[in-house]
């Protein structure tokens, strides 16, 4: 096995999620070349990392369908002798199709699945963790044992936090999701950071886009000492952060998958979505916070809406901020 493709082209949770098949296939095949496919704006993610030969990214937003044309070319060009697609919707399946990979592994959800050479079910259910169903397509290549997710934060993204670092205890927290059922309220983030200590700094991590709400969250807290970083530090740099922290607070998002992937503190607050589902934390110190009542309508689907169907987000509302304290005060690195 010389030349081997991963790919994930899917959300910055996804592609973490996919890393562990970075690791276990370097260990397995040590001279082997791990390339890996993924969306622009989520090679971040993989900045020099170790056991990655190459990064091919695909422009989704700007000229889509050319830019999968060429890419394309380019993977029949560097004729991979194994090709695992973790995506399961037909772009990703037509790239692995006609790639002319000697192995071609991917889920049998995919459209174009008829034409690998191997092919699983992506089954969800309440006894595996997404990384296990990532980690099945190449069991019968490596072993059947579990490797968490891992990023590699160089020594230049712990430097750009280091005075951060250096303030004593901190807490992060990633106030923000995509799904507006699966993001904690800023009324119950703020009333959270209100009981944290004061001489503790808060430090809200997120993108550009988050900025508002964070804005608003540092507003209205009492807490004097709240810094916002969203927009200001990179996928790596931020997991340099999060590393070091007293705790990290998540929604079920991708701030969630980092901690995982850099085994740091996490508290992770699940809204409409569960963890059975397959997305939980993997750090060693972890805790999952859900609501304590009994809703019908809980989970109201396998990802966040834009909107709770019910009108009342009881599966958020409904969550005691003091619960999601008692492992942060409790625990430490």
Known sequence: MKKILIIQTAFIGDVILATPLIEKLKNFYPKAEIDFLLR???????????????VLIWDKKKHKYNSLAKLGR????????????LQRFASSGLLTTSSKAK??????????????????????????????????LIEGLTDNSFQPPVLYPSDSDFEKVEALRRSGAYYCVAPASVWFTKQFPADKWIE????????????????????????????????????????ELTFLQSA??????????????????????????????????IPEFGFGPLSDHS???ETKESLECRPCGLHGKKACPKGHFKCAT????TEILKFGKNKSR
Not at 105 to 126: C, E, L, M, R, W
Not at 318 to 321: L, P, S, Y
């Open 287 to 289: 805790r999952v916070i």
């Open 240 to 273: 340099a952060l999060m590393k070091g922290a007293r705790m990290n607070f998540v929604n079920d998002s991708a701030p969630l998958h980092i901690a995982s992937a850099v085994n740091a503190p996490v508290t992770a607050i699940f809204c409409s979505t």
């Open 40 to 54: 622009k704006g989520n090679e971040g993610l993989l900045k020099n990392h170790p056991k990655i030969n190459e």
């Open 192 to 231: 959270m950071i209100d009981q944290i200590n004061h001489d503790h700094p808060v430090y809200l991590l997120g993108s550009p886009s988050d900025l508002d709400l964070c804005a608003e969250i540092r507003e209205k807290t009492i807490h004097e000492n709240v810094r916002i970083l969203a927009g």
């Open 318 to 321: 409904t969550i005691d901020t």
């Open 103 to 136: 192995i071609k592994i991917g889920f049998a959800k995919n459209p174009f699945s008829f034409a690998y050479t191997h092919k699983f079910p992506h089954v969800i259910d309440q006894e595996m963790h997404e990384v296990h169903r990532n980690l099945s």
């Open 74 to 85: 380019e993977v029949r060009r560097n004729k991979y002798d194994l090709l695992i697609n």
